[in-house]
């Protein structure tokens, strides 16, 4: 079956910096892609990744190795906005999107 | 500003009633999305349209319907027989299905009377 797994909670310290991880089991992969979600309101994007690297927006990072089936996405100067969850959602071989359940980031002062 | 407009934000359903949710959007995309959003889990395909007045089945369309006589319109209607239809109902879109960002409305929140 198709997989994706991502922690169910994290917390960091308002200014620090947080690592989110995801990984993936799926046939086949045609893009990674990263959706922040504040509660009660619509995902909005994040990131899409299809090559292995790093790829940099601002105070928002996304890495991809295709190899190992693995993804994470940096949040660096974390701010109280950056409460939400977040989606990492794989691409499979027939071009459907298939989600993790999401990750809740609480940040505190 | 173009977008995806949702309605309601929130939604009861009584038992045996059938309910539509709707879903508008103006930004020419050919592609619309319902997908249902349950705590704990990811998010999963209801049903999708590539095109108007073509639409096909995703992971669990039992007890959904949908129409997409327009090319901004793609309404959701919850029947009676989907048992357990309490969940957040999220409708997207993209400008083609496949490796497109998707964009999402706000939301629409079904309750059980």
């Known amino acids: 079956g198709q997989n994706i797994d991502q922690p169910t909670e994290m917390t960091a310290t308002e200014g620090a910096i947080v690592q989110i991880n995801c990984t993936y089991q799926?046939?086949?992969?045609?893009?990674l892609f990263w959706y922040q979600q504040h509660a009660g309101e619509a995902p909005t994007f994040l990131s899409y990744?299809?090559l292995d690297g790093l790829e940099e927006k601002g105070r928002f990072s996304s890495f991809l190795s295709r190899s190992k089936g693995y993804s994470y996405l940096l949040l660096k100067e974390l701010q109280m906005k950056d409460s939400a969850s977040y989606l990492c959602?794989?691409?499979?071989?027939?071009?459907?999107?298939?989600w993790g359940a999401g990750t809740k980031l609480i940040i505190k002062p | 500003d173009g977008g995806i407009t949702q309605s309601p934000k929130y939604l009861f359903r009584k038992e045996g009633q059938n309910v539509t949710l709707s879903c508008e959007q103006n930004?020419?995309?050919?592609?619309m999305y319902w997908y249902r959003q349950d705590p704990g889990q990811g998010l999963r395909l209801i049903y999708y349209?590539?095109?108007?007045?073509?639409?096909q089945k995703g992971d669990i369309a039992e007890g959904y319907s949908v129409s997409r006589e327009k090319k901004e319109s793609f309404p959701l209607t919850v029947t009676s027989a989907q048992k357990n239809p309490t969940a957040f109902y999220l409708c997207?879109?993209?400008?083609?299905?496949?490796?497109?960002?998707?964009?999402f409305g706000s939301g629409t929140q079904l309750s059980v009377l």
């Open positions: 997207a879109s993209s400008s083609a299905r496949g490796n497109e960002k998707l964009f």
């Open positions: 930004l020419n995309h050919d592609a």
């Open positions: 349209s590539q095109i108007v007045n073509d639409f």
């Open positions: 799926t046939s086949g992969f045609n893009g």
């Open positions: 990744n299809v």
């Open positions: 959602a794989v691409l499979d071989s027939n071009y459907q999107l298939i």
